[in-house]
């Protein structure tokens, strides 16, 4: 069962731009640090960018300055603006959804993924 839709990837030229979508449930988002992983050829899943239910930011140090992540709570969706990209930007980008909730006293957290969107910047 898809719990993360993402949207938004494609191909693009070196230095461009693309924006990138994730939506989900209302339970889910609302209870979530979201983020941002990818995944390239040969590569482990790394962490991209990420935000908490407050909106404070992390991002890796190789997207700072170009990347920018951002979370609308009213309709549940969840943005990656990425500017000037580059050929080491290609990969399987996929949204994250980390939630806690309090059920009784108890913290229950877990975690969701999105099936991917292909990003591949030409040089």
């Known amino acids: 069962q898809v719990q993360l839709v993402e949207s938004g990837g494609g191909l693009v030229q070196f230095g461009g731009s693309l924006r990138l979508s994730c939506t989900t449930s209302?339970?889910?988002?609302?209870?979530?640090?979201m983020g941002w992983y990818r995944q390239a050829p040969g590569n482990q899943r790394e962490l991209v960018a990420a935000?908490?239910?407050?909106?404070?930011?992390n991002y890796a140090d190789s997207v700072k300055g170009r990347f920018t992540i951002s979370r609308d709570n009213a309709k549940n969706i969840l943005y990656l603006q990425m500017n000037s990209l580059k050929p080491e930007d290609t990969a399987v980008y996929y949204c994250?959804?980390?939630?806690?909730?309090?059920?009784?006293?108890?913290?229950?957290?877990?975690?969701?993924w999105g099936q991917g969107t292909q990003v591949t910047v030409s040089s």
């Open positions: 209302r339970s889910i988002f609302s209870s979530s640090t």
């Open positions: 935000i908490t239910r407050s909106s404070t930011t």
């Open positions: 994250n959804a980390d939630s806690e909730n309090n059920v009784g006293g108890v913290i229950l957290r877990n975690k969701y």
